[in-house]
């Protein structure tokens, strides 16, 4: 059963040892006090004897630090297929589309960071995709399929584009300061097919950073399943559950663990979807594309060779060490972020991963990637009103926190949450509702110096 601990006291138990200040109408503000803040001995070690040291540009695209030097020539031909871009003749022939998102993995896992919405209403949405519902009930739309294809081949026409537009939201904090936040609208245009239909479910998703992927996939499920909560037994107002997805090679139901919504139940299908989905590219796992049968490929176009690559090289992509960890505004943030409850789904202790066959490097790491892989409802604020497997429209992964504060020497952004609308980590915090509605106020209600430290702990990670 998943206990959360605020102040070190488990909540049941909670004697609230805090000061209420009073600042008149505003919530009054939560004074923490005194807090255990000590490092653990190896927490900088996000990926445990995996964790890559370089903090610069690269920093998400190294292999395993204790990767065999044997794998060398194989990670290398990996990683060119991860970034060759299948519309081009120099990386060979021409087989991506006839309609798709983006041509290359590299376009929207930029150096295996981070994609981001585009910059201004004018600018294309490239790195983030939109995913499409059926207007009545469940499955894709019945005439674009699952995702809105924003590119085709030559003499093909894309099914369309999206513009993004942002309204101001006004917020405050206990003490005082005012915040804004970015609030996103859509406007479909150049829709080849005619209208998307009325009450058509759309989910707007950023490429997330593809590094500690193979770390996640050796999380054991019984420690996964162990931390889920869903009839919140604990009533601490968090009831974590899995999302149970398709395995389309056994037809089996699995518990889902990538993607925004656990949408995909393992490494290999996941890639074989982005495949298809996001560049029109058949294989043995997916092999008929979806919504435009006219053109469509009728066989596997990537050979299972590139496919198994594809998955070697994210199995084998590291996660960067945290840095500062042991200064005090970390340490002080570090207790923050368990004291106001962000740990209840951000899961601040330790995974063992499990034994993989083939992989001894992933094997028995002491990892830190702050997520349960849960589905949590995050409230109507962040929904898109889509369901995927048992997510509803406002439940989401908690997504992993590690590389955080390398994003913006990798990717040049700080852009964060599903759809990029944050612009900062303090911004994803705030927009924070539903199960973690109750972190979201004490955060609001925090004295600046412990929203400062708290925004350090994360930058440090
Ligand atoms: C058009 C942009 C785009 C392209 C091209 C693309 N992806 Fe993605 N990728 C995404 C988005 C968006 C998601 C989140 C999907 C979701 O939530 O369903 C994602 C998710 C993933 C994930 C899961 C990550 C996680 O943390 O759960 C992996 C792995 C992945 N992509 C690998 C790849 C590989 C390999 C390729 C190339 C074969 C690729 N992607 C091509 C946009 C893209
Ligand atoms: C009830 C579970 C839950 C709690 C509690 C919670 N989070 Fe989250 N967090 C999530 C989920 C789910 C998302 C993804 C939401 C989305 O993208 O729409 C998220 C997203 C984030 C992000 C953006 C990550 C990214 O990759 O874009 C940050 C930063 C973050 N949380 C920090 C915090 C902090 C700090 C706290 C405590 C104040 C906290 N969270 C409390 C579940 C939770």
């Not at 590299?106 to 919405?117: A, Y």
């Not at 936040?181 to 479909?188: I, K, M, Q, V």
């Not at 919504?261 to 590219?281: E, T």
């Not at 109507?380 to 992993?400: I, M, V």
């Amino acid at each position: 059963m998943r206990r959360m601990y605020l102040l070190g006291i488990p909540v049941g138990a909670l004697v609230l040892t805090a000061v209420w200040a009073d600042t008149g109408r505003r919530p009054p503000v939560l004074e923490l006090g005194a807090l255990t803040e000590v490092a653990e001995p190896g927490e900088e070690l996000a990926g445990g004897a995996t964790t890559v040291t370089d903090t610069g540009r690269n920093s998400f695209g190294r292999s395993l630090m204790n990767m065999d030097h044997a794998r060398w020539p194989d990670f290398h031909a990996s990683k060119k297929v991860f970034s060759r871009d299948w519309d081009d003749t120099r990386t060979g022939p021409v087989i991506v589309g006839p309609l798709f998102s983006a041509a290359s993995c590299m376009t929207c896992h930029v150096k295996d960071g981070r994609g981001r919405p585009p910059a201004s209403p004018k600018e294309t949405p490239v790195s983030l995709v939109f995913q499409l519902g059926a207007p009545e009930g469940r499955g894709p739309h019945p005439v674009y399929g699952e995702q809105l294809d924003s590119h085709a081949v030559e003499g093909r026409t894309a099914e369309g584009h999206v513009e993004v537009s942002y309204e101001e939201v006004r917020g405050e904090f206990a003490t005082g300061e005012s915040y804004t936040l970015l609030r996103p609208s859509y406007r479909f245009k150049d829709l080849s097919r005619g209208s998307l239909g009325d009450g058509t479910p759309f989910s707007p998703r950023v490429a997330p950073a593809n590094f500690g992927l193979g770390l996640l996939e050796a999380i054991p499920e019984e420690t996964l399943r162990a931390l889920a909560d869903p009839d919140d037994a604990n009533h601490d107002g968090i009831s974590g559950r899995q999302n149970q997805v398709l395995d389309v090679v056994d037809g089996q139901t699995k518990p889902g663990r990538y993607g925004w919504k656990a949408n995909q139940p393992s490494l290999r299908q996941q890639i074989a979807h982005a495949l298809v989905a996001d560049m029109g590219l058949t294989s043995e796992v997916y092999a008929k594309e979806q919504g435009h049968e006219d053109g469509a490929a009728t066989g596997p176009e990537v050979t299972p060779e590139d496919l198994e690559r594809l998955v070697f090289y994210m199995r084998l992509v590291a996660p960067p060490k945290r840095r500062d960890w042991e200064t005090p505004p970390v340490l002080r943030g570090k207790a923050v972020f368990r004291a106001i409850g962000c740990s209840g789904c951000h899961v601040a202790t330790a995974f063992e991963t499990g034994t993989v066959p083939g992989f001894p490097e992933l094997s028995g790491q002491k990892i830190y990637p702050y997520t349960d892989l849960l589905l949590h409802d995050l409230g109507e604020g962040l929904a898109d009103g889509r369901p995927d497997g048992l997510a509803t429209g406002q439940e989401w992964r908690t997504p992993p926190l590690w590389g955080l504060g390398l994003q913006d020497a990798v990717n040049g952004h700080t852009r964060f949450l599903h759809d990029g609308r944050a612009r900062n980590a303090e911004e994803a915090v705030l927009w924070h509702g539903g199960e973690a509605a109750a972190a979201q106020e004490r955060y609001v209600r925090l004295r600046r110096e412990d929203r400062e430290a708290l925004l350090a702990f994360l930058k440090s990670l």
